[in-house]
Structure formats: C-alpha cells, structure tokens
C-alpha cells in the first residue's frame, strides 16, 4: 500500500470513460485506453486488498465487435477474451491506485498462471455494466518484484458471469535490465 494512505472502506467517485480525469494513470497505463473497460473505480477496501470496477457493456470492444452474432445459436456476447484481459486491467488497477507500482518508474506486470477460469452467464451487450471485484489472496510485496495472487468475480444484472484465480509478477526494469532478462533472472 502507498504510504501514508488509508484504505479501509475508502469509497471513490464516478470516474468519466475511461479514467479520463487522471491525464497521469492514463500516461502509466501499458495499453491504449481503449481497451482498459473501466469507467469507475467504485470501491477499494481491506487496505486494498479488495477492489470493485464497473465495466459498461454498451461501448464497442474487441473481438466482442467481430462477432458473427445468431439471435439463436451465437447470441452478441462479451467475449470471454475481453473478460480475461479486463482482469489484467484490473491488476493494473490496484497495481497503481494501491500499491503505488508505476509503469514510468520501471513497474511492468505480467501474468503468470491462470488458476481457475470459470465463464457463468453469456452476457449480451447494452445498458447494464458488469461489476469487476479483484480480491488479493497473496502477495509478497519486494523492492524489484512483487508476485500476487487474484480472486476475480465479474457480476451482470446480480447474477455471477466470470470467476476466476490468476497469478501475476510485477518486477522493476531498467536500461541495464531489460524485462526478458529480468524474468530469466
């Protein structure tokens, strides 16, 4: 956790689509805005080892926007493509907000393991957004890396649409380290 910051219970604003209020998340974020999903940080709780993300539907996202729909046999749906890259977004999330990581200080996450993916309810596009919560289950915070451990659960209209367990390395890169050394080393 950043110092000097309490998180418990700490409940935040509406954000505008995506994060556009904060010019400095959107400069660190590793992919183009486009594709981050979000357009809330709701909640942030247990000194942030719990996080809450809404996630519209109704906005165009790929592989989602590519599909052949049938009203009956391949309903328009979220891809389960785009539910398994907004996790990594989420990490990115509570990467920045919580545990201060910066991409322009040499901060890079990658996955590692995908534990357990469990897709629940085909969720068709529209007015109604997916609630994304990220719950930290282990994390061993390091002055060059941090490894930590996930529980996702994605809700649409109430009902569970995504659950998960993934695994990710946060490591710091340099100039003299790269970061394909870096996960050599």
């Given at each position: 956790m950043a110092a000097g910051r309490d998180m418990r219970a700490l409940m935040l604003p509406a954000l505008p689509h995506p994060f556009?209020?904060?010019?400095?998340?959107?400069?660190?974020?590793?992919?183009?805005p486009s594709v981050l999903f979000f357009d809330q940080l709701s909640v942030v709780q247990n000194d942030?080892?719990?996080?809450?993300?809404?996630?519209p539907t109704d906005r165009e996202m790929p592989i989602t926007s590519a599909q052949r729909a049938h009203p009956v046999r391949h309903p328009r749906h979220v891809a389960?493509?785009?539910?398994?890259?907004?996790?990594?977004?989420?990490?990115?999330?509570?990467?920045?907000?919580?545990?201060?990581?910066?991409?322009?200080?040499?901060?890079?996450?990658?996955?590692?393991?995908?534990?357990?993916?469990?897709f629940r309810k085909l969720?068709?596009?529209?007015?109604?957004p997916i609630e994304a919560q990220c719950?930290?289950?282990?994390?061993?915070i390091?002055?060059?890396r941090c490894f930590l451990r996930y529980e996702f659960e994605f809700k649409h209209e109430g009902q569970?649409?995504?659950?998960?367990?993934?695994?990710?390395?946060?490591?710091k890169v340099d100039e003299a380290t790269p970061i394909l050394d870096a996960l050599r080393g």
């Amino acid at each position: 956790m950043a110092a000097g910051r309490d998180m418990r219970a700490l409940m935040l604003p509406a954000l505008p689509h995506p994060f556009a209020h904060d010019a400095d998340f959107l400069a660190d974020l590793p992919y183009d805005p486009s594709v981050l999903f979000f357009d809330q940080l709701s909640v942030v709780q247990n000194d942030g080892d719990l996080l809450v993300c809404r996630m519209p539907t109704d906005r165009e996202m790929p592989i989602t926007s590519a599909q052949r729909a049938h009203p009956v046999r391949h309903p328009r749906h979220v891809a389960g493509a785009v539910m398994v890259h907004a996790t990594g977004m989420l990490g990115f999330v509570h990467a920045y907000y919580v545990l201060g990581l910066r991409h322009r200080d040499g901060w890079i996450g990658y996955g590692t393991h995908i534990h357990r993916v469990v897709f629940r309810k085909l969720v068709q596009p529209g007015p109604s957004p997916i609630e994304a919560q990220c719950k930290i289950l282990k994390k061993r915070i390091g002055a060059a890396r941090c490894f930590l451990r996930y529980e996702f659960e994605f809700k649409h209209e109430g009902q569970l649409c995504y659950e998960g367990e993934q695994s990710a390395m946060w490591i710091k890169v340099d100039e003299a380290t790269p970061i394909l050394d870096a996960l050599r080393g």
